[in-house]
């Protein structure tokens, strides 16, 4: 995995939390929108909105240098839209570039010929 590759995994994994801490922030405002006078909805569906749209640009970057499959892309982009998909993004990202630093190494040591 290349420098540009690696970046681009990590600026999607580390927007995937805040984007879904920001959907549930969302859904618990939309909540006490209704049952109280208190009202964040305008703040927090602006804070949800644009950490989306940096989530959604940063998943087509990882799609196209990591070159994933559409089950891959499609599985991480359905993350997304999830509640708290975003920490399961998040995981399962953090475990690919571990796993790709890990294939580097032994790149490196000639361990394997991959």
């Given at each position: 995995?290349d420098l540009?590759?690696?970046t681009?995994?990590?600026?999607?994994?580390?927007v995937?939390a805040?984007?879904?801490?920001?959907?549930?922030?969302?859904?618990?405002?939309?909540?006490?929108?209704?049952?109280?006078e208190?009202?964040?909805?305008?703040?927090?569906g602006a804070?949800?909105?644009?950490?989306?749209?940096?989530?959604?640009f940063?998943?087509?970057?990882a799609w196209n240098?990591?070159?994933?499959?559409l089950?891959?892309?499609?599985v991480?982009?359905?993350?997304?839209?999830l509640?708290?998909?975003?920490?399961?993004?998040?995981?399962?990202?953090?475990?690919?570039?571990?796993?790709?630093?890990?294939a580097?190494?032994a790149r490196n040591?000639?361990?394997?010929n991959?």
């Open positions: 995995m540009k590759t690696a681009a995994l990590r600026r999607l994994r580390l995937s805040p984007e879904a801490i920001s959907f549930l922030l969302l859904l618990v405002c939309s909540v006490l929108k209704r049952t109280t208190f009202n964040a909805v305008p703040v927090m804070v949800h909105g644009a950490l989306f749209v940096l989530y959604v940063f998943w087509a970057d240098r990591a070159k994933w499959s089950q891959t892309a499609a991480y982009f359905v993350l997304s839209v509640p708290a998909g975003g920490f399961f993004a998040e995981r399962k990202l953090r475990r690919e570039a571990e796993d790709a630093v890990i580097s190494r040591e000639g361990v394997v991959a």
